[in-house]
């Protein structure tokens, strides 16, 4: 049996496609995971969002603190509406918080939990990431 070498190359195809018409990677994982962006299309400190996947509902967002993403899906736990008012939009005017659109819930940034709002306690779902050479790669079926 051959091991696994890792990502290969693929044709690509609508759900890798990158927000925006961005750079992509030509990758397809492997292993379970997806592609969900490079490093460098989210910029430091800032969050961006992605939009479901074909079959999904709901799309995920992403927080970035140096070399450390933060992925969770992107819906409010209070009653499940997305949490961006406008694109690429989460976080609080100092850029500490998550905040949702709809009444205003905070979220931590690190793991989720809501600190002040209607759903405080309650936590955002966490999706798992790893970074390998500069690509963020998230569990395949995140989302869904
Ligand atoms: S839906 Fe997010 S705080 Fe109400």
């Known amino acids: 049996m051959t091991p696994d070498t890792g990502p290969r190359q693929a044709a690509r195809s609508s759900e890798q496609e990158g927000p925006s018409g961005s750079e992509a990677p030509l990758l397809l994982a ?47 736990p209070h009653i499940g509406t997305p949490l961006d008012w406008t694109p690429d939009r989460f976080l609080s005017r100092d850029g500490r918080t998550i905040v949702c659109a709809t009444h205003g819930a905070q979220f931590r940034i690190d793991d989720g939990v809501c600190i002040n709002g209607p759903c405080v306690g309650d936590s955002l779902e966490s999706v798992p990431t790893e970074i390998r050479d500069g690509t963020v790669y998230v569990p395949k079926d995140a989302g869904l």
């Open 30 to 76: 492997v292993d379970g995971q997806r592609v969900l962006c490079r490093l460098e299309d989210i910029p430091d400190g800032a969050s961006k969002g992605f939009a479901a996947i074909a079959g999904g509902f709901t799309g995920l967002m992403a927080v970035r603190r140096g070399n450390a993403v933060f992925v969770y899906v992107n819906s409010c």
